[in-house]
Nanobody
Framework: QVQLVESGGGLVQAGGSLRLSCAASGRIFSIGDMGWYRQAPGKQRELVAVTTSGGSTNYADSVKGRFTISRDNAKNTVYLQMNSLKPEDTAVYYC???????????????WGQGTQVTVSS
């Protein structure tokens, strides 16, 4: 069974930092893009940051210069370092990844269960 398991969320004061982790497990042959999305109450889910298998990255304008996405391909893990957090960063953060399983010839998209990040003012 394939899983994306997130960790690292929590409560932090404005200006603080958090580091999210997401580990992919299961019969995985290859991993493509890995990214983080977030969804605040009453709002649509939005892209925060994404990294390709080649290491390219892309960020939402609202987090540029504050958040850094990285990945460890040996551990099938993607990270999101969040600095200078603001109350408007409060949301449930979801890990997303394109995974090619050993029994399938194509990439399929998977989501983690989400982790809550709350930034107090």
């Amino acid at each position: 069974q394939v899983q994306l398991v997130e960790s690292g969320g929590g409560l932090v004061q404005a200006g603080g930092s958090l580091r999210l982790s997401c580990a992919a497990s299961g019969r995985i042959f290859s991993i493509g893009d890995m990214g983080w999305y977030r969804q605040a109450p009453g709002k649509q889910r939005e892209l925060v940051a994404v990294t390709t298998s080649g290491g390219s990255t892309n960020y939402a304008d609202s987090v540029k210069g504050r958040f850094t996405i990285s990945r460890d391909n040996a551990k099938n893990t993607v990270y999101l370092q969040m600095n200078s957090l603001k109350p408007e960063d409060t949301a449930v953060y979801y890990c997303n990844a394109d995974l090619k399983l050993r029994v399938l010839p194509r990439f399929e998209n998977y989501w983690g269960q989400g982790t809550q990040v709350t930034v107090s003012s």
